[in-house]
C-alpha cells in the first residue's frame, strides 16, 4: 500500500475500533467512501479487500460491505445464577490462587467447589502483507514438547492489555505492529479456572530488534496462514489462546470465500 492507501486503511480501521460502524451495520457504498475520504476505487478496493482479509469487514453481494458481528439468537430470560454465599483462600502467591467457593446451584443442595484463579494474559497474532503470522517455536516443559505458538503474556495490575499485547510481540520476537486491535476475551477452563485471555490482532509491523526476554523467545517465523490447518491437524499449535487467535482469522477468511462466492 502507498502512503495514501494506508491512511484510509488506518481512517476505516479506526471507525470500525471507535463503534462509528457497529456490528450488522451496511459500510456506505464505494463512492461515497471514495468521495469521502478523497481516494480511487481501485485504490478504495484494495483497502477493503484487506479489511474482509483480516475478518474487519464481511462482503454481501458483488460490492457490499457489512461490519461482521450481529446475531440473531436471542438471549434466554428467567433463569436463575448460581448463589455464592462465600469463599476462602487454600493456596495463593503472585502465579496462582486456589480457593473453595460455597455454591448452591438453583433447586439444589450448597456444597464446596474449587476455583482456581490466574493472571489475566494477552495474545497477539501479527499477520503481515504475504499472509504470514508471527510465532514462535518454543518447548513447553508441562507438557514436555515443542510447538508453535503466538507471543503473549500477563496483563500488569492496572495495564491496558493492548499495551501489555503490543509490549509482549516486541519483547518476545523483536517485531513490533504499527497497531493492535482487540479480536475476544475469553476463558479457557470455565467451569473451574479464572484466566481472562484477550485476543489481540495486530498488522504492518516492524522489525526494531532481537527478542529481550530470552526465556520466552525460541525460533521466530513469518508462518504462512496456508500451514495453519496442516500445523494444527499434527498438534504443533500449543495453547488454547493460539488456537483461539488463529481459528478466528480461517474463519474470517472462510467468511470472505464464502460471501464472494454467492
Not at 479464572?194 to 485476543?199: F, R, T
Not at 530470552?214 to 500451514?227: N, R, S, T
Amino acid at each position: 500500500m502507498g502512503p495514501k492507501t494506508a491512511k484510509v486503511y488506518e481512517t476505516i480501521r479506526a471507525r470500525l475500533a471507535s463503534g462509528e460502524y457497529a456490528p450488522g451495520d451496511k459500510m456506505p457504498s464505494e463512492r461515497t467512501l471514495s468521495e469521502a475520504l478523497g481516494i480511487g476505487r481501485t485504490a478504495l478496493r484494495q483497502v477493503l479487500a484487506r479489511l474482509v482479509a483480516e475478518g474487519a469487514l464481511e462482503v454481501r453481494g458483488r460490492s457490499s460491505y457489512r461490519v461482521p458481528g450481529a446475531v440473531s439468537v436471542q438471549t434466554p430470560e428467567g433463569l436463575e445464577p448460581w448463589r455464592i454465599h462465600g469463599e476462602r483462600d487454600v493456596y495463593d502467591n503472585r502465579w496462582v490462587k486456589l480457593q473453595l467457593w460455597d455454591v448452591e446451584p438453583p433447586g439444589m443442595k450448597r456444597f464446596e467447589h474449587h476455583v482456581v484463579k490466574l493472571n489475566h494474559v494477552a495474545i497477539t497474532a501479527v499477520l503481515d502483507d504475504q499472509d504470514r503470522v508471527l510465532m514462535m517455536w518454543r518447548y513447553r516443559f508441562v507438557p514436555q514438547q515443542w510447538g508453535w505458538e503466538l507471543p503473549g503474556g500477563i496483563v500488569e495490575e492496572g495495564e491496558d492489555p493492548a499495551t501489555t499485547a503490543l509490549r509482549e510481540v516486541v519483547e518476545e520476537t523483536g517485531w513490533r505492529p504499527k497497531a493492535v486491535e482487540h479480536v475476544v476475551t475469553f476463558q479457557p477452563m470455565v467451569g473451574m479456572v479464572d484466566s481472562p485471555h484477550a485476543i489481540f490482532m495486530g498488522h504492518g509491523a516492524e522489525q526494531v530488534g532481537s527478542p529481550t526476554d530470552l526465556e520466552e523467545a525460541g525460533h521466530i517465523e513469518w508462518v504462512p496462514l496456508a500451514d495453519i490447518p496442516g500445523l494444527m491437524a499434527q498438534g504443533k499449535l500449543m495453547g488454547c489462546g493460539t488456537l483461539v487467535a488463529l481459528l478466528h482469522i480461517l474463519a474470517s477468511r472462510g467468511r470472505q470465500g464464502a460471501t464472494a462466492g454467492r
